[in-house]
Each structure stands twice: as structure tokens, then as C-alpha cells.
């Protein structure tokens, strides 16, 4: 007999907290539940990871170096900055907002790190703290007008999308640029972990992983709690040591063209991304900050009067959204070698939205996680990447991420009027 639902377990189902509170028998069961909820419109990252899939099939029959060591291994790179940027726009994109000015106040924020770097001689440590303050400085300027004034986010962050631009021409000048030159701060996107030291994290993020699952499972059991079952645990702790020991083991070969060098394996920026991916899901699943932001991004109105301060949620994700964007920006500084005017400009932010939104997080507040942004990010970097090996024009990789990010946002609108129809939302 079908249990019926109640209106706390709705609210968890958009919040992605639902896995908490169902639990499929067998592991046969818990496939056919997984598809019952797609088919009711909870996808999920399911259409961008076949997506993906599709893209890697596609572009490694097109191009025999797209799958090679050295392509995988600048993929990853270039999808760095795009992946923290669209992990902070999670944030903001959560309560159903948005901020225009994202990539531009990591331009600023790169801008002042460099700055510091170069004509103050501080120690790369202090400079890159600097510079994500500068973000977090911005993003609280943003967050109060939101919030305390009630302007929207997309004329607010329009706003300071404009202003912002200004202040990187004031401080390097039009058409200057400001080099960066600081080994580790650079070594970000150009050098790599030591090979041993790279299966060393691997294996031990696969172990803790496990332990996690398996550790959690048998927990909620002795307790008699929902649980998934022992299969769908095994198969996810399985598909993740897949992965990570797949692409360490790729970029673990020597990936070097020229056969009297040596490049070997994992680029710095590639645990940097997933230490922050780590971050961002334990806060947005594990805390209570986490789930005031899914509440109020569900309804507002109700958070507040279950004793939740929507204000200050509502400036604290500006906060993360900028200072992420600072990250990003000198993750960007450090792979171009350089700071410039245009620095987070141009498309920076739509990929960086495009992302997030590719990924699964909803345009409509509510739903959506930091693995999100990651796999969306990875999508919009393979589309680039792999359009530039076959020697297409620009405008064909507009036209195919436009193409993207139009089906994915359509995706989310059909998915959501679904879940509606089915009860689920």
C-alpha cells in the first residue's frame, strides 16, 4: 500500500534532502523509485550527465587527441574557473535571484590580488586572501541592497556589473594588463601534483567516501531508519572510485608531446575544485545554514515565519557567490598568465549560469546542489574544447551553448510543470 505523503516530505524533495526520508527495499525497487521520479519530472543531473556522455562519444569520434592524456588534462583545467564561479552562482540561483556581476567582481577581485602581488611585493598567501575579500566585500555591498532595500537582483548586480568594470580600467588602465608571475599562484593551472602524492588523494577520497556510505547505511539501519539498500550504496561507492581512479589514472601517464619532457600528473586545480565541491555539499546538506537556504528558496514567506532570517540568508549567499567569483577570477589570472581589462567579462558569466543551470540547479529557487555546477561546468568547457579541436568558427560554439543552455533551461521548465502535475512540488 502507497503511503501517503506529507507536505514536509514535498518541501524535502525540492530541497534534495528526500533521500532522508525513503527508502526502497531492494535495490530493484529502488531502480524502478529512481526512474518513477524521473519520469515525474525529479531528473535531476541525469540530462546533463548523458549529455556529457553523448558530447565525449561525439567529439572522441571526431578527433583522435580529444581523448588523449593532454587534452583530458587541459579539459580539466579550463573547466576550473568555470566550475567555482557556477558552484557560487548555486548559492544565488537557490533563492531565485541572480547575480549579473559575478564574473566581473572576480575580474576586480583577480585584479586586486595581482595588484598586490606586483606593486606591493605581499606574499602570495596574503594576496590571494586579499583578493577573495574583495570579493566577499562586493558580494556583502550586493546582498545588503537586495535585501534591506528590496531592489532586484538582476538590476542590483546589472548595476554593479557596469560599475565594476570601471574600477579594473581605473586601476590597470584600457588596454593594460597586470602580469602574474607568482610560482604558486600561477603553478594553480601550469604545474602538477606529484604522481604518488596524486594516487595517494585519489585513493584516500575514495576510501573516505565508502566509508561515509557504508558508515551512514549501517547506521540508519541499527536505528531502523530509512535507508537505501546495500546495492544502490555499493553501486555509488563503486561509480565514484570509478571515476576518480579513472582520470587520476589518465593523468598519471606521461601526456608530454615532445619525448625528451616528462608531464605527469594531477593539475593543482583539479583538488581545489574538489575540495570546494566537498565544502559546498556538507554546507548545503549538513548544516542548518544549508537548509534555511533551501527553505527560503521554496517559499520565503514560510521561512520567515518559521523563525528563519530570509535577510540574512539572502545577504550571506551574495557573500559566497563573490568571494567563490574571487577564486574563480585568479583561477582564470592564473591559467591566461595575466589580468586585463576584460578580465570576467564577455561570456564568463553566461557559462558560468549555463553551467549551474545545465547541471540541474533550478532557474525558479529551490533545488539544486554544488555537484551540479561541477558537471555542468565540465559540459560547457567539453563543448569549447572540443569545437576548438575540430577548428570551428566562434560562432558555432555560441550557437551549440546557446543551443544547450536553452534545451537545459527548458528541461527544467518541463521537469518542474511535471513534478507539479505529480504532486512532488
Known amino acids: 500500500m502507497t503511503a501517503v505523503r506529507p507536505e514536509s516530505d514535498v518541501t524535502l524533495a525540492d530541497a534534495d534532502f528526500s533521500g532522508d526520508a525513503r527508502a526502497d527495499e531492494t535495490f530493484g525497487a529502488a531502480v524502478r523509485g529512481y526512474l518513477r521520479r524521473v519520469r515525474g519530472g525529479d531528473m535531476g543531473s541525469l540530462p546533463a550527465v548523458l549529455g556529457l556522455v553523448v558530447l565525449f562519444i561525439v567529439f572522441g569520434l571526431a578527433n583522435d587527441r580529444f581523448l588523449s592524456a593532454l587534452n583530458l588534462a587541459n579539459l580539466i583545467t579550463q573547466a576550473g574557473s568555470i566550475c567555482v564561479l557556477a558552484m557560487g552562482l548555486v548559492f544565488v540561483l537557490l533563492l531565485g535571484d541572480i547575480d549579473l556581476s559575478a564574473g566581473v567582481a572576480g575580474g576586480v577581485a583577480a585584479c586586486a590580488m595581482a595588484l598586490a602581488v606586483v606593486n606591493t611585493g605581499w606574499p602570495w598567501w596574503i594576496a590571494l586572501v586579499a583578493g577573495i ?209 576584460s578580465s570576467g567579462a564577455g561570456n564568463t558569466l553566461l557559462y558560468a549560469v549555463g553551467a549551474a543551470v545545465i547541471g540541474g540547479t533550478s532557474l525558479f529557487g529551490g533545488k539544486g546542489r554544488a555537484i551540479d555546477a561541477v558537471i555542468g561546468g565540465v559540459v560547457v568547457a567539453t563543448i569549447a574544447n572540443g569545437l576548438g579541436l575540430l577548428n570551428q568558427s566562434s560562432y558555432i560554439n555560441f550557437l551549440v551553448t546557446g543551443g544547450v543552455l536553452l534545451l537545459a533551461a527548458s528541461v527544467d521548465a518541463i521537469s518542474r510543470r511535471r513534478r507539479s502535475s505529480t504532486g512532488l512540488s
Open 133 to 341: 575579500a574583495c570579493g566577499a566585500v562586493i558580494g556583502l555591498a550586493i546582498g545588503l541592497l537586495r535585501a534591506k532595500l528590496g531592489i532586484p537582483s538582476f538590476v542590483v548586480t546589472l548595476a554593479f556589473f557596469l560599475g565594476l568594470q570601471g574600477v579594473t580600467l581605473k586601476l590597470i588602465g584600457e588596454g593594460g594588463s597586470v602580469r602574474v608571475d607568482d610560482p604558486v599562484i600561477r603553478g594553480l593551472t601550469i604545474a602538477n601534483l606529484p604522481v604518488t602524492i596524486g594516487w595517494a588523494i585519489a585513493a584516500a577520497v575514495v576510501i573516505v567516501f565508502a566509508a561515509i556510505e557504508f558508515g551512514q547505511h549501517r547506521r540508519k539501519k541499527a536505528l531502523q531508519l530509512a535507508h537505501p539498500p546495500l546495492g544502490v550504496v555499493a553501486a555509488r561507492v563503486g561509480g565514484v572510485g570509478a571515476v576518480v581512479l579513472g582520470v587520476t589514472y589518465i593523468l598519471s601517464v606521461n601526456r608530454s608531446v615532445n619525448v625528451n619532457a616528462e608531464i605527469r600528473g594531477i593539475p593543482y586545480v583539479l583538488p581545489l575544485i574538489l575540495a570546494l565541491l566537498i565544502a559546498m555539499t556538507v554546507v548545503l546538506k549538513r548544516t542548518s545554514y544549508g537548509r534555511h537556504i533551501y527553505a527560503v528558496g521554496g517559499n520565503a514567506e514560510a521561512a520567515r515565519r518559521a523563525g528563519i532570517s530570509v535577510d540574512r540568508i539572502r545577504i550571506s549567499v551574495f557573500v559566497v557567490c563573490s568571494s567563490l567569483a574571487a577564486l574563480s577570477g585568479i583561477i582564470a589570472a592564473s591559467y591566461a598568465g595575466k589580468v586585463s581589462a
